[in-house]
């Protein structure tokens, strides 16, 4: 592999020589950084096993290498890399895959390490939506997660991520993460704090992450992260689970702030060792069990990992002092609810009990029930998935529940060919040899949903979003 022309300031490299644990050099931390970033992807289990994908790749010629803290994880190596992007391929367009660095994936694994499994979740800082999507595929898209994104541009992205996974039980805030102590105190299982950070891991990545590096940035950015695990920490009810995480290395953005916070709440803070989350972990593990992943342990990221359990209530923030407004949905009545359950079970659609219909003038929406206690406290940019629009005729079906609730093996399914699934993607319409005897029918590609298509004549009527539309080449060469 090329080297990286990484810049590294000397001040920054002085700090690091001081922190680096005594059995590991500082010479291969060095060469660790100049390497270029191996790249890993997470099988989504949402829509298919990992034992399925493995045997659909297998003719690629693909080498995965599993990740030893995620079971879905893979290093990948690929020769058609410069032919056809990874992005690019069928299986990452249709969700089956998230393409997401290794370390990254262990926040996520150290939520539902020993067998958790919350109701209610967290993400404070969630786009692009690697950890929400690994989030929902480890609750089997049960339960209710609430993924915030402060970015404005970035939730966009985050929607369009949550959606190609068919992630069906988020709902999705746009917020500054301080205000969710305030305005929803202990009502969180389980909360994911991936804090923004000085991001001193990621250089492999982005070779001049550090051009603009200072300490005295990094006490800034700390200030802030104290803020935002408070605030979390008082979101959290009595006995659940906070994970804190960077993308950096520093002690200032890392250690201390969970010590802050113990500082603050002695009764209530508590850590919980992550020695036994993987075999090798014992490699970045600190004194106090958090886990400090330095690049050249893992051959990854630079990143850091701590899981605090809160043992006691504590006292409450004082309130947000902003108005939510009106909620401008209601429950959907039960004559009309029987009606459109039995109009989506004619396409192709269901959904599971944990997903309740809620109603926007002509819109028809599906919440995550555990959402439910937080309406009125919070306000939402999108509260679950957008099910329908009613009219006339009946109902018009939006592409992304589609997605999240056609199923693979669908009786209502129409199964495209390689060219007609390119075709599909291109977001042109599609003229089978035979084509389907009904009107509506979801097309599939190698068993998974891309879409809604309506029969005219010969032909099925293109309903992909203009907006993921693609050009270039698409899906892998020998498929």
């Known amino acids: 592999m090329a080297q990286n022309a990484v810049y590294l300031p000397d001040e920054f490299l002085a700090q690091m020589r001081d922190l680096l644990p005594a059995h590991l050099s500082f010479d291969e931390f060095i060469a660790a950084c100049q390497r270029p970033l191996r790249r ?3 099988i989504n289990t949402l829509k298919i096993t990992v034992e399925d994908f493995l045997r659909l790749v297998a003719p690629y010629g693909w080498q995965l290498t599993p990740i030893p803290w995620c079971a879905e994880g893979f290093w990948i190596e690929r020769d058609d890399e410069e032919a056809l992007p990874l992005g690019s ?37 969630a786009a692009p939506g690697s950890k929400t999507t690994q989030i929902a595929a480890c609750m089997g898209n049960r339960g209710a997660i609430l993924a915030n994104e402060y970015s404005a541009s970035r939730v966009k992205v ?3 991520n949550i959606s190609r996974c068919g992630v069906a039980n988020v709902a999705l805030t746009h917020f500054d ?43 800034e950015i700390a200030a802030t992260q104290r803020e935002l695990i408070d605030s979390a920490f008082h979101a959290l009810r009595p006995g659940g689970t906070l ?21 603050q709440y002695p009764d209530a ?60 949905f209601s429950r959907m009545k039960p004559k009309e609810e029987a009606l459109l359950i039995n109009a989506a079970a004619a ?29 009125g406290k919070v306000r939402f940019s999108r509260p679950g998935i957008k099910l329908a629009e009613s ?16 199923g693979v093996d669908n009786p209502h399914s129409f199964e495209l060919t390689h060219q007609e699934a390119e075709e599909w993607y291109r977001g042109r319409d599609v003229y089978p040899q035979t084509p389907p005897t009904k009107d509506d029918v979801i097309v599939t590609y190698q068993r998974q949903p891309l879409g809604l298509a309506k029969k005219v004549g010969s032909r099925l009527k293109n309903s992909y979003p203009r907006e993921l539309v693609r050009d270039g080449r698409l899906f892998a060469s020998n498929t």
Request: hydrophobic share 45%; glycine share 6%; aromatic share 12%.
């Open 269 to 328: 803070v508590e850590f919980w060792p992550l020695n036994t989350l993987f075999t090798g972990a014992e490699q970045a593990l600190t004194d106090e069990g958090f886990l400090h992943v330095f690049p050249q342990i893992y051959d990854c990221e630079g990143f850091f990992v701590a899981r605090l359990r809160k043992t006691a209530a504590i006292a409450p923030m004082p309130s947000p002092g902003y108005k939510v407004g009106n909620f401008p």
């Open 89 to 125: 391929t069928a299986e990452h367009l249709s969700g089956m895959f998230y393409i997401q660095e290794a370390s990254s994936m262990l926040p996520v694994s150290a939520l539902f390490a020993d067998g958790e499994m919350p109701e209610r979740v967290m993400d404070v800082a």
């Open 243 to 263: 994970v804190y995480s960077t993308c950096t290395l520093n002690r200032e953005e890392n250690e201390a702030i969970c010590h802050w916070l113990k500082a």
């Open 158 to 160: 985050l929607h369009a």
């Open 391 to 406: 009219h006339n005729k009946g109902y018009r079906w939006q592409h992304e529940a589609v997605i999240a609730l056609a």
């Open 347 to 375: 396409v192709g659609l269901q959904w599971h009990d944990d997903l309740h219909l809620w109603q926007r003038d002509k819109e028809i929406w599906l919440f995550p029930a555990h959402i439910a206690p937080l309406i």
């Open 177 to 219: 993460g301080r205000v969710f102590g305030p305005a929803l105190p202990e009502m969180f299982d389980a909360i994911l704090l991936d804090a923004p950070c000085s991001g001193e891991g990621v250089v492999r990545k982005d070779p001049d992450a550090l051009k603009n590096w200072s300490h005295a940035s990094n006490l």
């Open 40 to 42: 890993s992807i997470r």
